[in-house]
Structures are given as structure tokens and as C-alpha cells.
């Protein structure tokens, strides 16, 4: 009795889950991004609308001491004065 009512919880909140993730839309290519903010390591906060009239790239940095993440925010450091040259900004996320 429990497996089956354990089963039928897990089921019905899956698909909650699903059926939320697909509510939200995604923004189109070619328009503007919706705004949003972040913290800064020193606690500021930074918004999209910051930004305005730059290219912002945002980068998604999951965990430090990985070869990948490591690689990854070296080459942004290295390649740095290429996205400033560009006037874009990137932000780590």
C-alpha cells in the first residue's frame, strides 16, 4: 500500500513539474532579454539594464577546481580585451 501511494506522490509531482517548466517561456531570439539581477562577490548588485547597448555574455560557472570550468574562465581571462575590444561584458554566473 505505502510503494503504491509512494508511487502515485512521485508520479503526480513529476508531472507538476513538467507541466510548470513548460509555462515558462523563453525568450525569443532577436528580441531584447528579460532583465535580472545579481550579487557580486562583494555583495553589489549588477542588472542586465546595467549593460544597456553591450554585449553580455553569461556564463555559467558550476564548481570550482573542475578542468573544464577552470579551462573555461581562463580563456574568458585570456581572451578578455577581445570582448572589451567588442564592448561586451562577461558576467559569471
Same mark, same amino acid.
Do not use: H
Given at each position: 500500500?505505502?510503494?503504491?501511494?509512494?508511487?502515485?506522490?512521485?508520479?503526480?509531482?513529476?508531472?507538476?513539474?513538467?507541466?510548470?517548466?513548460?509555462?515558462?517561456?523563453?525568450? &525569443? #531570439?532577436?528580441?531584447?532579454?528579460? +532583465?535580472? /539581477?545579481?550579487?557580486?562577490?562583494?555583495?553589489?548588485?549588477?542588472?542586465?539594464?546595467?549593460?544597456?547597448?553591450?554585449?553580455?555574455?553569461?556564463?555559467?560557472?558550476?564548481?570550482?577546481?573542475?578542468?573544464?570550468?577552470?579551462? &573555461? #574562465?581562463?580563456?574568458?581571462?585570456? +581572451?578578455? /580585451?577581445?570582448?572589451?575590444?567588442?564592448?561586451?561584458?562577461?558576467?559569471?554566473?
Amino acid at each position: 500500500m505505502n510503494k503504491i501511494f509512494l508511487s502515485t506522490v512521485i508520479g503526480l509531482s513529476t508531472l507538476a513539474l513538467v507541466n510548470a517548466a513548460e509555462e515558462q517561456k523563453q525568450p &525569443e #531570439a532577436g528580441k531584447p532579454a528579460p +532583465d535580472f /539581477s545579481l550579487t557580486t562577490g562583494d555583495g553589489s548588485q549588477v542588472s542586465l539594464k546595467d549593460f544597456k547597448g553591450k554585449w553580455v555574455v553569461l556564463y555559467f560557472y558550476p564548481k570550482d577546481f573542475t578542468s573544464g570550468c577552470t579551462m &573555461e #574562465a581562463r580563456n574568458f581571462q585570456r +581572451d578578455l /580585451s577581445k570582448y572589451q575590444d567588442a564592448d561586451a561584458v562577461i558576467l559569471g554566473v
